[in-house]
């Protein structure tokens, strides 16, 4: 029978977690032009910074206010109004993100207060300054994320004439997933409107002339126009949920928070809300795309039905990647994730129950956890980001790398697991990584008859 565990060790022992401004980061990358600035010490941007371009391998430019033992104890006020300025004018931004630290809110610096000083003082400055709250304490890289969307949607649209657009609100995905949900929406001939686009600048190309700011994002023109959208999608409940709320409530616009397109039946749930809310219907394309995903899926099973997972990551992340396990006929028996929120397990487990699972649901768990769990009651292939290669070189299974961050292998960020593509893609590595891992499953599948024969002949001298 399924269950819920919290954990209680108030340790985290190998975290599956990043630090909260790296999501606000990740926001403000898919707006044009925006800068984040970083009010902490250097490492609190430096370590952004680091993880993404690993993942990304893209630059990532963030700017710190480099607080010091000095400022520590005298607050960062004069950092902060001199990083602003300096961004100014140097980077010519369209909009400047300003991110708390673990450091800067326990020393109380009131920077939505600083933020009007510099107003006031500046009044030549008119481009949008946010300030997002994002203490490491509190949450993980989800939440910061979250919080930065909430901020946007809160300061930014302002209503209009209608657009005839739709809002997508993606949460935490890969350029991939969002040029997939693109295309998508493409072959239904919808209009979509991202908060926020970081597809291209996180994974663009090499121009002769460098572009100023990195190519592609959401516009803040076209964050203001959000308001006049026909309705609003959230993918992912954890990252952008409340934002879709927001924007929904202040607009009197239609909105919806869906589980993340990943599967059959996620991604139909999504493709079905697009028309209801649009009047387009599903193209032909699509259905062909869900009719492969399908065969797929009943080639694989052969090799998959009764193997046991284990899967870890970022909280919608895992529940989609969960549903598409138990639609492939495996046997979904650990959830892991970081994330504290007793809603997202009490909705896995209703999937759970929904499709007969025997599943542990781990909330505000680590690694060391899931390791522990695995020894105990082994499975078969273990899903999520690098972090859980320890776990697979140690039990001998394979580990199939989706999710953030992702950086032993090359590539990751352009593939997509959302949608019916993005299902093919899923389900092939699954089944790949699982007949690559020598013993377990590879080596029955192709026979080496001239060997076989030499091995029987040997046996039979013997
Ligand atoms: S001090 Fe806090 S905000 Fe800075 S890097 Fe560490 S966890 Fe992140």
Not at 6 to 31: D, E, S, T
Not at 114 to 136: A, H, Q
Request: net charge negative.
């Amino acid at each position: 029978m399924s269950q819920i565990l919290k954990q209680k060790r108030q340790v985290a022992i190998n975290p599956a977690r990043l630090c909260a401004p790296i999501g606000a980061i990740m926001g403000a990358m898919g707006v044009h032009g925006a800068i984040s600035i970083v009010h902490g010490s250097q490492g609190c941007a430096t370590y952004p910074r680091h993880q993404m371009a690993r993942h990304f391998r893209e630059p990532i430019e963030v700017a710190t206010t480099s607080l010091t033992e000095r400022t520590t104890v005298y607050g960062g006020r004069e950092n902060l109004l001199e990083a602003i300025k300096n961004v100014y004018t140097r980077c010519h931004p369209s909009m400047i993100v300003v991110m708390s630290t673990c450091l800067s809110e326990t020393i109380g610096d009131d920077i939505p207060g600083i933020i009007l000083d510099f107003e006031e003082l500046n009044p030549d400055v008119e481009v949008p300054i946010i300030s997002v709250k994002t203490p490491s304490y509190v949450g993980t890289h989800i939440t910061g994320l979250d919080n930065f969307l909430t901020e946007i949607v809160t300061r930014l649209p302002e209503k209009g004439e209608a657009n005839g657009r739709l809002n997508i609100i993606p949460g935490w995905v890969s350029p991939g997933d969002i040029r997939e949900i693109k295309a998508m929406l493409r072959k239904m001939e919808v209009a979509p409107l991202f908060l926020t686009d970081y597809s291209d600048p996180l994974d663009g190309g090499v121009y002769l002339q460098k572009p100023p700011h990195p190519k592609g994002g959401t516009s803040v023109e076209e964050l203001i126009d959000s308001a006049n959208s026909t309705g609003v999608i959230a993918l992912q409940r954890q990252v952008g949920g409340k934002a879709a709320e927001t924007l929904g409530k202040r607009f009197e616009m239609p909105s919806e928070i869906l589980p993340m397109p990943i599967g059959v039946e996620n991604t139909d749930r999504f493709l079905q809300t697009v028309s209801e809310m649009t009047g387009k219907s599903v193209s032909e394309e699509l259905e062909d795309e869900r009719a492969r995903l399908l065969d797929a899926i009943v080639d694989a099973h052969m090799f998959m039905t009764g193997l046991k997972v284990a899967v870890f990551g970022d909280p919608d992340n895992v529940s989609g990647l969960v549903r598409l396990c138990a639609e492939m006929g495996l046997e979904p028996r650990y959830a892991l994730t970081s994330f504290d929120s007793e809603e997202w397990g009490i909705e896995l487990l209703g999937v759970a129950e929904e499709m007969n699972m025997d599943l542990e649901i781990l909330v505000k768990s680590d690694l060391h956890e899931l390791h522990e769990k695995i020894k105990e009651d082994p499975v078969d292939i273990l899903i999520g980001n690098s972090k859980g290669k320890f776990i697979a070189e140690k039990e001998g299974i394979p580990l199939v790398r989706t999710g953030f961050p992702i950086e032993d292998r090359f590539g990751y960020q352009r593939m997509a697991v959302v949608g019916y593509r993005g299902g093919i893609n899923l389900v092939g590595e699954i089944v790949n990584s699982y007949l690559d891992n020598g013993t377990k499953g590879g080596k029955d599948v192709v026979s080496n008859t001239l060997l076989e024969s030499l091995e029987a002949e040997d046996a039979g001298s013997r």
